[in-house]
């Protein structure tokens, strides 16, 4: 059956990717490193309580693994043809990319997840808390994950996906509310800041880790969720447009 033949093929193409890509120590470095450099940067400037910058860390980590290979594989693999390989077996296109977009789900889940892990050990949170911050973290690192396909599918050279995965990270990290409330945003930017998934998945994880989970929680999942089936149908959208 046609969908057998896809989860099978969702599988290999996920294992394939991470073998050659992701579990590679600058990739692991990059994703855990500069997030946490951000945060000690933020922390040294303005001293407070550290737990409050946990949940930004976290999505931060989650932002920045998940599409530190997602954002170029595609465009790498289109230019020396393995993409081409890979529709040839009997695989939908959407299939096909799916896979790409499970390895950096795997990827992103494993790097921030041992800093999800780290943060509530290290401030002591409580431990119950981490099987829906875990939920939070599996639809953000979701959304990522498609957004850096999208990034990848959107361009024709490497360095164009960087560059383009850049213009997208850099203004979320400081729009989302890793280092400074929604409500201290000036109305445009607040209105701006709605527009990325970055924030939805810090409000997620700061709601499920310090244990302030209301209905706005459920909003910011269903919206991750959505962020996710727009990335996903605009790439595939592209992709094939970029193949025809």
Do not use: H
């Amino acid at each position: 059956m046609i969908w057998r033949d896809d989860l099978r093929g969702i599988c290999y193409i996920a294992l394939k990717d991470m073998r050659a890509y992701y579990l590679k120590p600058p990739n692991i470095s990059w994703g855990m490193l500069f997030p946490a450099a951000l945060i000690l940067a933020f922390a040294i400037r303005t001293p407070g309580d550290l737990r409050a910058l946990a949940p930004g860390l976290v999505a931060m980590t989650a932002l920045f693994s998940a599409t530190s290979m997602e954002a170029i594989v595609i465009t790498f693999e289109r230019r020396i043809g393995a993409l081409e390989r890979l529709l040839l077996a009997p695989l939908t296109l959407p299939a096909v990319l799916a896979g790409k977009v499970v390895g950096g789900v795997l990827f992103g889940l494993l790097i921030s997840g041992l800093v999800l892990i780290g943060v509530t050990i290290g401030f002591s949170l409580a431990m119950w808390r981490l099987a829906p911050a875990l939920l939070a973290l599996l639809l953000s690192t979701t959304a990522f994950s498609t957004l850096g396909a999208l990034v990848s599918v959107a361009v024709q050279e490497v360095f164009e996906a960087q560059t383009l995965a850049n213009f997208f990270r850099f203004p979320m990290i400081f729009l989302g509310g890793v280092f400074v409330p929604l409500t201290d945003l000036p109305p445009a930017l607040q209105v701006l800041a709605r527009a990325l998934p970055l924030t939805y998945s810090v409000e997620a994880l700061r709601a499920t880790l310090l244990g302030t989970v209301s209905a706005q929680t459920a909003l910011d999942l269903g919206a991750l969720a959505g962020f996710t089936l727009l990335f996903f149908a605009l790439a595939v959208w592209i992709l094939q447009r970029r193949i025809d």
